[in-house]
């Protein structure tokens, strides 16, 4: 099993950046492929951006060039560099850990983290 501990969120204006970190346990990272997902209230958690065990990433269309995932092997961490954050960036964002399967879907995903809120104003 796989612990995730994201952190990094806070209360931002449109046009500043944020970097969320995601933090795992266990022994097996550097085989993980890992993804983060957005999700607004009432709403299914939304893809935005995936890196596999190889370093391929994978991005939401409404964040490219904006957001960056990035990962560390030897800190157990995974990173999503916002800049340029908009309004609609609102949500709590999540990490997990891909198990096989399409990276946008959030049913190929387990070992989900607690969350970090990322609140953007106008």
């Known amino acids: 099993q796989v612990q995730l501990v994201e952190s990094g969120g806070g209360l931002v204006q449109a046009g500043d950046s944020l970097r969320l970190s995601c933090v795992a346990s266990g022994d097996t990272f550097e085989q993980d492929s890992l993804g983060w997902f957005r999700q607004s209230p009432g709403k299914e958690r939304k893809f935005v951006a995936s890196?596999?065990?190889?370093?391929?990433?994978l991005y939401a269309d409404s964040v490219k060039g904006r957001f960056a995932i990035s990962r560390d092997n030897p800190k157990k961490t995974t990173y999503l560099q916002m800049n340029s954050l908009k309004p609609e960036d609102t949500g709590v964002y999540y990490c997990?850990?891909?198990?096989?399967?399409?990276?946008?879907?959030?049913?190929?995903?387990?070992?989900w983290g607690q969350g970090t809120q990322v609140t953007v104003s106008s």
């Open positions: 997990g850990v891909n198990f096989g399967g399409s990276f946008k879907d959030q049913k190929n995903f387990i070992w």
């Open positions: 890196i596999t065990w190889s370093g391929n990433t």
